[in-house]
Nanobody, 125 residues
């Protein structure tokens, strides 16, 4: 069982930045493929970014490319999402997700067995 705890959400003005963190339990964090998803009110949960266990394979949704950066610190069992140039369209609950069974970065929620509780990101115009 993997437990994930997100932090770093909040209220920010358009054009601002936030950094989300996700702390994972477990001794084999370096083997977990990690991802960030988000869900806005009335919308389906969508993939934002994902990173392989080694950090060598990274994917981004087109909507965040060039603005968001995912990274991980395996020694700290933490994955980060640096979000820059935020817009009101980025407002959502952001979820950290993990899989221990695949090295591939899936872009659908079914590819991840473990989820955090979510952290709210609100971008004001």
């Amino acid at each position: 069982q993997v437990q994930l705890v997100e932090s770093g959400g909040g209220l920010v003005q358009a054009g601002g930045s936030l950094r989300l963190s996700c702390l994972a339990s477990g001794r084999t964090f370096s083997s977990y493929t990690m991802a960030w998803f988000r869900q806005a009110p009335g919308k389906e949960r969508e993939f934002v970014s994902g990173i392989s266990g080694t950090g060598h394979y990274i994917r981004y949704a087109d909507s965040v490319k060039g603005r968001f950066t995912i990274s991980r610190d395996n020694a700290e069992r933490t994955v980060y999402l640096q979000m820059n140039s935020l817009t009101p369209e980025d407002t959502a609950v952001y979820y950290c997700a993990a899989t221990t069974t695949s090295p591939m970065v899936a872009t659908t929620s079914t590819g991840y067995a473990y989820w955090g509780q979510g952290t709210q990101v609100t971008v004001s115009s």
